[in-house]
């Protein structure tokens, strides 16, 4: 009785250090993930239990996802200050050192520097053009705090750079008060456009200081109703200014527009096909909506760039004084104003009397005169004459015919019609051979 229990407790222990030994055990993998169904198997099962294949250790290292977060939530957006010039790092200098250098300066805030990306692409076939970006993001020309738009540009003009022609396009962050010798004045109020023309002025007269042709920029249509009409009041100003100069103010208003002159994302690019140009905060522009922008301005780049390449025109050389008349000529008068004045025109009569009947024109020979083509005709000035007198009709054909243009022009009458031509509506029909009634 008493050993039935020392063995069970014996037994016991056995399959308890079986168990130790099976869990610390590391030389077969597949026996690690389930020791306690080896045992079970081994006790009651009568045999050892079937192992699983192993796997071979694989090379290839595990797959990881890599997330990216959204351009507009996370990453800077196209819209809040990247252009494309930040993007991708652009030549700023010409491939052929030895080209003549154009180069197009453009300045202004984030609009600004969409259509100096603009530009670049609008001249990536011509290697001596080059576009300076020199834009600022979120700047104005209100808050010069934040930024000083007149000193910058005298600070660029100083700086001995060569410029050809600038480029400016700016405002869509100016709808603020401007606070100025301790007063603050309410966005688009008269003192505040008084204000506002004086600092676009002062960017104005430093490049006509240094003889730059200055091509300003009108600002688009936008999403907002509200902020599309504060931008087309700025663009009455920069008009304003512009045509003191006479320097050319590019109005895009009606380009980024539908027919109802509202905003409109998508439209026609610079090839005539619809997409998108504006983007999603209705303000800024897409990279085909910067080109299109581009496509009105680089007109006038152009312009400039054959200006400057044309030749100066050679300078007259002085009169030579007018030689002494010859004695028998002193006593001719001279055609000129002194001459009496000429009479009026007068209508000559026709050689041949007009007839009762309308006249009608004779008909034309199959061939007519034959006139040189190599030959040339001497007008000597006889048609500027306004009383030429008119050559009796050389036939009665040609009498016949200024009696007709006569009968028409001058006494307004009426061409007679001919019988079975479209013009002639009379009831009943005529022959052709009969004649119109007078």
Do not use: C
């Not at 009651?44 to 595990?62: K, L, V």
């Amino acid at each position: 009785m008493t050993a039935l229990p020392r063995l069970s407790s014996r037994r016991l222990g056995a399959l308890l250090a079986l168990a130790a030994l099976l869990l610390l055990s590391a030389a077969d993998a597949a026996r690690a993930q389930d020791p306690f169904g080896d045992l079970l198997h081994g006790l009651f099962g009568g045999g050892q239990a079937p192992r699983q294949a192993r796997r071979p250790p694989s090379d290839e290292s595990p797959r990881m996802r890599r997330l990216v977060p959204h351009r507009e939530y996370g990453a800077p957006a196209y819209w809040r200050g990247q252009t494309r010039s930040a993007k991708k790092a652009k030549p700023q200098q010409p491939t052929d050192p030895n080209a003549p250098s154009f180069q197009v300066v453009a300045i202004g805030d984030t609009l600004g520097q969409q259509l100096a990306d603009g530009l670049d692409e609008a001249f990536a076939d011509r290697p001596d053009v080059r576009i300076l970006h020199r834009g600022k993001e979120s700047s104005g020309l209100v808050r010069d705090d934040f930024f000083d738009w007149p000193k910058a540009v005298r600070e660029l003009l100083a700086g001995g750079e060569k410029i050809d022609v600038a480029v400016v396009m700016i405002g869509s962050n100016d709808r603020q008060a401007i606070h100025e010798g301790g007063q603050s004045f309410e966005p688009l109020s008269p003192l505040w456009r008084q204000h506002y023309a004086a600092r676009v002025d002062a960017i104005r007269a430093a490049f006509k200081e240094k003889k730059i042709p200055l091509v300003w920029v009108g600002l688009p249509v936008t999403k907002n109703e509200h902020f599309s009409a504060d931008m087309a009041k700025l663009n009455d100003i920069y008009r304003d200014r512009a045509t003191l100069d006479g320097a050319p103010f590019i109005d895009i208003w009606e380009a980024f527009a539908d027919e109802r002159n509202q905003y409109q994302a998508f439209g026609p690019d610079i090839n005539g096909r619809i997409v998108k140009l504006r983007a999603g905060d209705g303000v800024h522009f897409t990279d085909v909506g910067a080109r299109k922008v581009a496509h009105f301005v680089e007109g006038e780049i152009r312009h400039a760039i054959e200006a400057m390449r044309q030749p100066a025109p050679p300078q007259a050389a002085p009169a030579a004084p007018e030689a002494a008349a010859p004695a028998g000529e002193a006593d001719t008068p001279a055609e000129g104003p002194q001459q009496a004045a000429e009479p009026a025109p007068q209508i000559v009569a026709p050689g041949a009397p007009i007839p009762v009947a309308a006249p009608t024109l004779p008909d034309r020979p199959a061939i007519g005169p034959i006139q040189p083509l190599t030959a040339t005709v001497a007008a000597e000035g006889e048609l500027a004459r306004r009383n030429r007198p008119a050559a009796p009709p050389a036939d009665a054909r040609g009498a016949a015919a200024r009696a007709l243009v006569d009968h028409i022009y001058v006494e307004g009458g009426d061409q007679p019609t001919h019988p079975g031509r479209a013009d002639d509506f009379a009831w009943p029909k005529r022959a052709p051979n009969q004649a119109q009634p007078h």
